[in-house]
């Protein structure tokens, strides 16, 4: 891809740079965790400011939340992650409702499904964050994947976030584009990333998504000296 080509498909990128910020507020509009509030942000008028808005700032707010020492913090930085991924919602719709439940469904399970303890959840997070900074992407999103609720698409954006300069998102509509490349390369990139009980195919995900990251760090060393 030119850097020209690059620079068009990045200003038309469709995701709102959305998340959940803190609040010393008790409300009923967000989410509340072990008396930490958190409110949803989400950018005024999106269809026409869109590009005015940078995604670096976005991860580098969920990095530091990600990569923190404190629990409330790495928790929230989950939530957050989980909020962003589904607040973008079909034909540009933003679907703020839906992202909390998503993210709220983290702390009270869902159906007859309960939570998992919070206390496992930042557990598998921290042990992730060591294995990112090993470069070693497919047992961290193994590691990331152990948190009930979060598949493959979500594992990797948590993992995206936590280490944005190695780390890349690897979700549904990236696998069936893969899917389809001529070249042969891209498309034994392509996995799907659909739920599985199999661990045989968990980790063939798994070894797909840290292929798919390091084509994406070496794509990019060729691409940002254009810029």
């Given amino acids: 891809m030119l850097s020209a080509n690059f620079q068009t498909a990045r200003q038309n990128y469709a995701y709102v740079p959305a998340c ?21 942000d989400v950018p005024a008028d999106w269809a026409r400011s869109r590009r005015h808005h940078s995604s670096k700032k976005l991860d580098e707010f969920h990095s530091d939340l990600l990569n923190s020492s404190h629990d409330t913090d790495i928790m929230h930085g989950l939530l957050s992650t989980v909020f962003w991924g589904y607040v973008s919602g079909t034909n540009g719709r933003i679907t703020v409702n839906r992202a909390l439940s998503k993210s709220r469904m983290l702390l009270n399970g869902r159906g007859s499904i309960v939570a998992q303890d919070p ?36 594992a990797s954006k948590v993992l995206m976030f936590m280490a944005p300069d190695i780390a890349s998102v690897y979700d549904d509509v990236i696998s069936q584009r893969l899917k389809v490349q001529e070249d042969h390369d891209l498309r034994r990139l392509h996995v799907s990333t659909a739920h599985t009980a199999s661990q045989s195919i968990a980790d063939e995900q798994a070894s797909a998504y840290e292929r798919w990251c390091n084509w994406c760090s070496e794509s990019a060393s060729v691409l940002i000296p254009r810029i």
Avoid at 26 to 37: F, I, K, R
Avoid at 125 to 144: D, F, G, M, P
Wanted: hydrophobic share 45%.
């Fill in 119 to 154: 206390d496992e959840v930042i557990s598998h997070l921290r042990s992730a964050r060591e294995l990112v900074l090993k470069r070693q992407l497919a047992r961290a999103l193994i590691e990331v994947r152990r948190i009930r609720f979060l598949g493959m698409s979500f």
């Fill in 20 to 40: 959940l910020v803190k609040t010393s507020i008790e409300n009923d509009v967000g989410l509340t965790w072990s008396g930490a509030h958190f409110l949803p």
